[in-house]
């Protein structure tokens, strides 16, 4: 298996744009997690799936952030509008069942200018 | 979940074991350890994890301490590869989903 699998790698955009992550999951995977990494903040979870149903989304910063999770296959993270703020890594993760290990993506570079 | 404190920093040698601490003091009964470290510009890998019992696999050993409240974990030959943050987690037996909240974590730095 490729691994969990993010698109794109880096993405640079305008203040006020709209942004859309993407991320496929290693196959089989029934749960999914979004992750943003900051200096000043670290990691944070910002929402996870569990059989392409939003479990958690506690961790959405606010209402330009959403998650779709249409299939088992494939999931977005779109910001609308994207503010300078919103720059950072996001990662994808993803994992089988409960309390195993989840496995991270490459992570896509979000810089909004 | 349970809060977990681990040294911001720590530098170990090239070949020699690097012992990792982290302190857990309110986990609870139904609460994993687990590690996790970050490669500089790679996503979070997984390392090991354990309940109460130390666990060993082919990257790394825990240590548990029998009352839980903390746990040590080893990487026995560092080699200059091994040079990450590692992050300790106290994660619920059976959260609503499989949660996974990082702190800080440790940057180690081995050297030649």
């Known amino acids: 298996d490729a691994g969990v699998i993010q698109s794109p790698r880096h993405e640079v955009t305008e203040m006020g744009q709209e942004v859309t992550l993407r991320c496929k999951p290693i196959?089989?995977?029934?749960?999914l997690f979004w992750y943003r990494q900051t200096m000043m903040r670290g990691l944070e979870l910002l929402i996870y799936?569990?059989?392409?149903?939003?479990?958690?989304d506690s961790g959405m910063p606010e209402d330009r952030f959403s998650a779709k999770m249409p299939n088992a296959s494939f999931s977005t993270l779109k910001i609308q509008p994207s503010e300078p703020r919103d720059s950072a890594v996001y990662f994808c993760?993803?994992?089988?069942?409960?309390?195993?290990?989840?496995?991270f993506g490459q992570g896509t570079r979000l810089t909004v200018v | 979940d349970a809060k977990t404190t681990q040294p911001p920093s720590m530098d170990c040698a090239e070949g020699r074991a690097a012992n990792l601490p982290c302190n857990h003091s309110t986990i609870s009964g139904n609460e994993y350890v687990y590690w996790y470290r970050q490669i500089h510009s790679q996503g979070p890998q997984y390392i090991i994890h354990g309940l109460k019992n130390n666990e060993t696999n082919e990257m790394a050993s825990l240590i548990i301490t029998e009352d839980r409240k903390s746990s040590t974990l080893i990487l026995p030959h560092a080699t200059l590869r091994d040079t990450a943050v590692y992050y300790c987690?106290?994660?619920?037996?059976?959260?609503?989903?499989?949660?996974?909240?990082f702190g800080g974590g440790t940057r180690v730095l081995v050297k030649p």
């Open positions: 993760a993803s994992s089988w069942g409960e309390n195993t290990e989840a496995f």
């Open positions: 196959s089989g995977h029934n749960s």
């Open positions: 799936f569990n059989n392409n149903v939003p479990i958690d």
């Open positions: 987690i106290v994660r619920p037996i059976k959260a609503a989903g499989n949660k996974l909240t």
